[in-house]
C-alpha cells in the first residue's frame, strides 16, 4: 500500500513537469492554432540560460526569475520574426517552421554549450515532509505547487483581466478583435511569451532530475504531448490534468506492470495519443465548436 | 469645420480585383448616412476600407486625421465602431465579455455595462451566457451593443437589418434612433432595406459597380425616379 501510494505521488509530482510544458504547448495552440514542436527546445534553452546564471555565481531563485523574464522576451520575439510572416498560412507550414525552430535552437544549444551532461542544482531541499505517516519528498510537494501556481496566475490574467480577455478575443477571431481595438499582433506575442515562460519552469524543474544536455526535454515533450492531447489542446487545465493522468500511469506502468518496467515507459504517452484520437478526438476538456449559424 | 469622416477618391479592392472606383463621401458630426446599391456594388467594400480591414488608394480623414492605410486598431482609438457584415461577434465569449471587449479601445471610463442592457434588455437576460448560443436576432443586438460599449463618434454599420424578423427590424432601428438622438452619434449604414434606412438616414449615396451614382439628402435620393425603379422597386 505504502509503495502504491508512492507511486502515485511521485507520477503526480513527474506530472506536474508535463503539466507546465503542456501548458505551454496550449497556450500558444489556443492563441494562434499552431502545435510548436519546438516548445521543449525553447525549454532546454531556457535552462541553460538558467544553468549560464547559476554558474556565474547568481543565487539559484533569481537566476530562475531573469531565466523567466529573459524567456517571456525571447517567446515575444520568436513569434514576431519567425512565425509572423506565416501566420494564417497551411498547417503544413506552420508545422515546418517549427520543426525548424526545434532544429535551430537544438543545434544552437550545442554550438554554445556543447553536448556534455552538466549537474542543475534543484529549488527545492532535500528530504521529505510527513504527511499523514506518508514521507513525500519536499520536491514532489515542490513540483505540485508551482504548477498550481503556474495554473492560478494564468487563471486570473485570463478570466480576471482585460488583457487575458483581450488575449482569448484574439485567439477567437483576429479580425473582430482589431475591430474593438485590440492590437492581435500584440496578443499573440504575449502568448508565446507566457509560452516560453511555461516551458522554460517545466525546464528548471525537470533538469534536476535527469542531466542537462541538449537534449534534456526530448523524452518530456512526448510526455507533454500526450497530456495536451488527454486534456484537450485548447484547455490549460486539461493540459494540468492531463500532464497528472500521465504522469501516474507512467509510474503505475514502470512500477507495477512487469514487461513494461523503466524500459517501455514510452509507450505509455504514445499509447494514450493513439487511444485520444481514437475515442475522443478533443480530449478530456477540449472544446469542439459551439457556434451556431 | 470639416466633416467628421471625410473619403476622398477611394479606389479600394481586394488584390488586383478593383472594387471601389473614386468613391468620395462626407458624413457631418453626428449625421446619419445611407449606402444603397445592389449586391455587389462595393457598399461593404467602402466600410472595410474607411475601417481600415483593406488598404485603400485616395484619402480618408476621421475627425481631421489622415488614417489612410491606418491599422484597424488604431482607427477604432479615434471612436470608430465597426460592425461588419456577420456580425463578429466572439462565439465562445459571453454576453458580457463580448460587451466589455466593446469598451477596450475606451479610454474615459470602464465599460457601462448597465446602459446596454437598458437599451437590449434581451441581452441582461443572457449576459452569462455564451454568444455563439444566441439566437441570430439576438447576436445583432450583441453586435450592436458591443460597438455602442465604445461611446463611438462614428459608426460604421453593415446590413444591420439581414436576416432578422420584421419586428426585430424596427426596434433595432428604434434603438439606433435613440442613440442618434441621445449621444449625437454619426452612422454610416448599408441596408438593403432602403425605405427603412431612408426613413431614418439625413443623406444617402446610392453605389453602382464601385462607383457612386446618385448622391443626396434622404429625401432626394427617395424621390429619385431612376433610383425608386431600381433600387427601392416601386
Known sequence: MERFVETLIDGIATGSIYGALALALVLIYRSTGIVNFAQGELAMFSTFIAWGLVEAGIPLGLAILLTLAVSLVGGMVIERVLIRPVEGGQELTLVTVTLGLFILVNGLARWIWGSTNR????????????????????????????????????????????????????????????????PVGRMLMLGWGFAAVCGALAGVLVAPRLFLDPNLMGPVIIYSFAAATLGGFDSPFGAVLGGWIIGVAEALAGGYVDFIGQDLKILVPLGVILAVLLIRPQGLFGSPEVARA | MSALLEVEGVHAGYGPVNVLEDISLEVGEGQTVALLGANGAGKTTTLRAISGMLKPRGRIRIAGHDVTGRATERIVKLGVA?????????????????????????????????????????????????????????????????????????????????????????????????????????????????????????????????????????????????????????
Do not use: C
Open chain 1, 119 to 182: 549537474g542543475f542544482p534543484s529549488l527545492f531541499p532535500d528530504g521529505s515532509a510527513n504527511l499523514v505517516g506518508i514521507g513525500v519528498a519536499w520536491e514532489s510537494l515542490g513540483l505540485v505547487a508551482v504548477l498550481l501556481g503556474v495554473v492560478g496566475v494564468l487563471w486570473l490574467v485570463f478570466q480576471h483581466t482585460t488583457l487575458g480577455l483581450a488575449m482569448r478575443a484574439a485567439a477567437v477571431d483576429p479580425a473582430a478583435s482589431r475591430l474593438v481595438g485590440i
Open chain 2, 82 to 234: 465597426h460592425v461588419p457584415e456577420g456580425r463578429g461577434t466572439f462565439a465562445p465569449l459571453t454576453v458580457e465579455e463580448n460587451l466589455r471587449l466593446g469598451a477596450y479601445a475606451r479610454r474615459n471610463g470602464g465599460p457601462d455595462l448597465e446602459r446596454a442592457f437598458t437599451l437590449f434588455p434581451r441581452l441582461g437576460e443572457r449576459r452569462h451566457q455564451r454568444a455563439g448560443t444566441l439566437s441570430g436576432g439576438e447576436q445583432q443586438m450583441l453586435a450592436i451593443a458591443r460597438a455602442l460599449m465604445l461611446q463611438p463618434r462614428l459608426m460604421l454599420l453593415d446590413e444591420p437589418s439581414l436576416g432578422l424578423a420584421p419586428n426585430l427590424t424596427r426596434e433595432l432601428f428604434k434603438v439606433l434612433r435613440q442613440v442618434k438622438e441621445d449621444e449625437g452619434t454619426a452612422m454610416l449604414v448599408v441596408e438593403q432595406n432602403a425605405n427603412l434606412v431612408l426613413e431614418f438616414a439625413d443623406a444617402a449615396h446610392v453605389l453602382e459597380t464601385g462607383r457612386i451614382v446618385l448622391s443626396g439628402t434622404a429625401d432626394e435620393v427617395s424621390a429619385d425616379e431612376s433610383m425608386r425603379k431600381a433600387y427601392l422597386g416601386y
